[in-house]
Every structure is written in C-alpha cells, then in structure tokens.
C-alpha cells in the first residue's frame, strides 16, 4: 500500500506509518570497488554527513562471497555492537563512522560487503531515514616477473616454420600478458595466433619481418607492469633486391659502358640470411658458361666484342631460393673525364646555346645602332672644305660632281675617299662603289 518513485537518485517510499524516507544524503562511500592483496588489511571508509548524537541508528554490514554465501558480520546501534564470533579475529569496527577495516585479506575476503543503516531523527517532525550501500572486493596476488619462452630454440626458415612463443608468471592472480616485439604492442593478424588468455603467440609462418626481440608484460589489478627479459627470433631468409653496381664506366638503366682497354669491376648484392653464394654467368651466341664464383667479377674490355650480357645469380644454401641480376656491358669510347663530364651534362647544352645566342644578337643590334646614332656626330665636326652642308649627308659619292677645277677635285677626292672609308665601314668595299658609281666627265679627275 504504496507509491514508489524516483528522482535524481532520490527513492522515496511513503508508507501509512510511520513515515519512511531513503535518500543518499546521509551517508557517502568514496569508493565502491577495491582491489585489496592479500595478506594486507584493506579499509572501507564510510562519510557521514550527519550528527551520530543527533539521531538513532541501527545497521548492519553483511557479506556476499562469490559462492552467493550471505553473512551478517557486524550487527550495531548507538549503544551496542555485535560482532559475528568466527570474524572478531579479523575485523574491525569503527562506530564514530560506521567504517569497516578488513585486517588480514585472503581469497574467501572478496565479495560483496553491504551496508544497511536505519537512521531516527529526533526533532519535531520524526522521521526514519534508511540507507543501503554495496561494495565489490577482490583480492589479488601481485604479479612476479614473467618469463618468455621460444619454440623451437634454433634459427628457423621463413614460409617453411612456425614459432611457439609462451608467457609465465610464477606468482600473480587475474594476469593478463601483453605481446612486444621491439617494444611496439602486437596483435592478432593472418600470421599472430593468440591463446584465450594470451600466454602464447604462434607465427605461422615466420618472415623475415618478424625479425626481433620479443618480450612480453604480465600486470593484474595490484601490480604494475613486469616486464619480461627479452628474446631474438632469427630467421634464415632471402636472397631479395639483387642488385648489380659498378663505379667504372658509363650505367643507363642494366647497360653499362666502359672505355676500350679499361679494366671494370662488378658488384653483386642481395639482402640475404645466411650471406648468398654467387655465381656470374656470361651469355653469348654459343651459349652461357660460367665465368667466375663470388661477389666480384672483374672484366678486361679489350677481351670482349662490342657488347656482351652477364648474369648474376644469388643462391642462399638454406632458404634454398634464388635470384638473378642480368646487364649488358657495352665497350665504346667515352672520352676523357672532362668530356664525360660534358657528356652527362649535355642536357642542358640546347638552352644555354639558346641563351647565349640570343645574348649575342641583341648585343650586336645594340651596337649597330649605337654606331649608326653617332656617327653624324662625328662626321658633323671634321671641317667641309666644299662650303656645301649637304656633303655630310651624301657620304661624299657624290660631291665632287659638281666641283669645277684640279685643286678643288683633288680636294673632292680626298675627301670622297675618306667617305669611301666609312662606306667601308658600312661592309661596303672602295671598289663596289667605283663599280656603281656613273661615267661622268670629272671621273678622270680622280684617276
């Protein structure tokens, strides 16, 4: 015969009598989950928010083992406290605010330990007051350090093995472990097989980019990390990215080109575990034979035609895989270095050409028509000795046409080859003139 409601944590419960009111005022728990270690006291601190000698109380705490065992521990009033008899030796009661202290934990301590507090108020208005609250222990063990084990403990081929990593802890409860490798954390993929609990990481199958040191991490609720001592995972491997380098001669793209009569060496490389055997194979008209063993080859130019292949072939013993490297050497002239120098240059030529052309053009038009702009400035300050002002424009071809008399043709003529001078100048032979110039009566005069 009631109405039960709820508002903003606030349950209100209102019976005929007496007057019942549950609110979460009165009381404060700081913390509603603990992780206590065993074989240490852990204390659960109760806040009241009111005056013990202002009211009447009467509570209990109580206790859920993970079986669902109920146990009433403690039974308490303003005036009594009774204790269950099998639980004196190991807790611990504090009336002034209702706090519990757990003296000695062990794995039968966790649970849930719950608080019933009846509360009367003695002022005008009496009113009961009834709070409940619950708190989930555990108890752990703290973790030891964890140790790391490989399965199989010899080297392993890649695309062919599998590794069996495992993770122990000798002490520690709710472990959980964690999965390094270089210190970067792993996870499952294709290859990364975890167990349930994660104490084991199977590679199926191993790469070569599982290459590294392996560790792993074991913590609980208790414990800080522990890290494990770490372990190499080594794997046999390749060969990959063969290459074929030289610093003699001329490369473009796989050909190389060296000067008649030098001698040039070779280079074979590949990333490989164990290091690769090598073997360079020269492939002609007649067919392929073997030149030499190892990473070197060392060729004479002038033993060979004008352009020959080679081979190089990578062989890991282990692996039992293989790679090969083909090029073809080419015997030309390549100069000296200065000219070889010029030669890998030579992609720039066609625009500094175009520059430097154009530099020269616009200088020579500069300088044409600088000499055009003072020439008659020049010619304005030699003296006329004819008295005509027009003379200095007609470059004196014509002048002495018109000039009667020896002593004044002769001064016509000097004056005439002293223009001829300047048409000279002008990329205009003396003679091509006298070849234009009309058969006139006082042309005698100039011979």
């Known amino acids: 015969r009631g109405i039960v409601f709820s508002l903003n944590n606030y349950i209100l419960m209102k019976l005929v009598s007496p007057t019942w009111i549950v609110s979460c005022e009165f009381i404060h728990i700081p913390s509603l ?11 659960l601190q109760v806040e009241t928010h009111f005056q013990l000698e202002e009211a009447e109380i009467q509570g209990t705490w109580s206790h859920t083992q993970l079986s669902g065992t109920r146990t009433t521990l403690v039974t308490f009033t303003n005036d009594a406290i009774i204790m269950e008899m099998t639980y004196r030796n190991r807790l611990l009661f504090r009336k002034h605010n209702l706090s519990l202290l757990i003296q000695k934990l062990d794995q039968t301590s966790e649970g849930d330990y719950h608080l019933k507090l009846n509360i009367e108020f003695h002022n005008k208005t009496v009113h009961y007051v009834k709070e409940e609250r619950t708190v989930h222990v555990t ?20 695309d062919k093995e599998n590794v069996t990593w495992t993770c122990s802890a000798a002490r520690g409860t709710r472990v959980g472990f964690q999965w390094l490798r270089n210190n970067v954390s792993l996870g499952p993929t294709d ?29 609980n609720p208790v414990s800080q990390e522990q890290h494990s001592t770490a372990m190499e995972l080594n794997v046999y491997y390749g060969p990959y990215n063969l290459a074929v380098n030289s610093g003699q001669g001329l490369r473009t793209g796989e ?34 034979q073997v030149i030499t063993k190892g990473p070197r080859l060392e060729v004479v130019s002038y033993n060979l035609a004008q352009a020959e292949d080679y ?45 430097v052309c154009s530099v020269f053009v616009i200088g020579c038009m500069l ?28 470059f004196g071809i014509y002048e002495f046409v018109s000039i009667p008399g020896k002593m004044e043709s002769a001064q016509a003529s000097c004056r005439s080859l002293a223009r001829l001078e300047s048409v000279q100048d002008m990329h205009t032979t003396i003679y091509d003139v006298i070849r234009h110039v009309p058969e006139t009566p006082s042309h005698s005069l100039l011979k």
């Open 33 to 43: 989950v603990h992780h206590g270690i065993e074989g240490k006291s852990l204390f």
């Open 139 to 158: 108890v752990d063990v703290p973790v030891s350090t964890p140790v790391i084990k490989k399965s199989p403990l010899y080297t392993v081929v890649e």
């Open 191 to 219: 290859r990364y097989h975890f167990s349930q609990d994660n104490t084991t990481l199977v590679i199926s199958p191993v790469r070569k980019e599982d290459m590294g040191e392996y560790s792993c991490v074991a913590s």
């Open 255 to 288: 050909v190389f080109t060296i000067n008649p009569g030098e001698l040039a060496f070779f280079e074979c490389q590949a990333d490989s575990n164990p290091p690769n055997s090598y073997v360079w194979i020269s492939k002609g008209r007649n067919g392929t």
């Open 311 to 355: 081979l190089c072939r990578a062989f890991n013993n282990v692996t039992q895989k293989q790679d090969e490297a083909q090029f073809t050497l080419v015997v030309a002239s390549l100069g000296t270095g200065k000219e070889k120098h010029t030669q890998e240059s030579s992609s720039l030529s066609p625009l500094a050409t175009i520059i």
């Open 367 to 394: 300088l044409v028509l600088f000499r055009r702009t003072c020439r008659p400035k020049r010619e304005q300050k030699r003296p006329h000795r004819s008295g005509h002002e027009d003379a200095t424009e007609d």
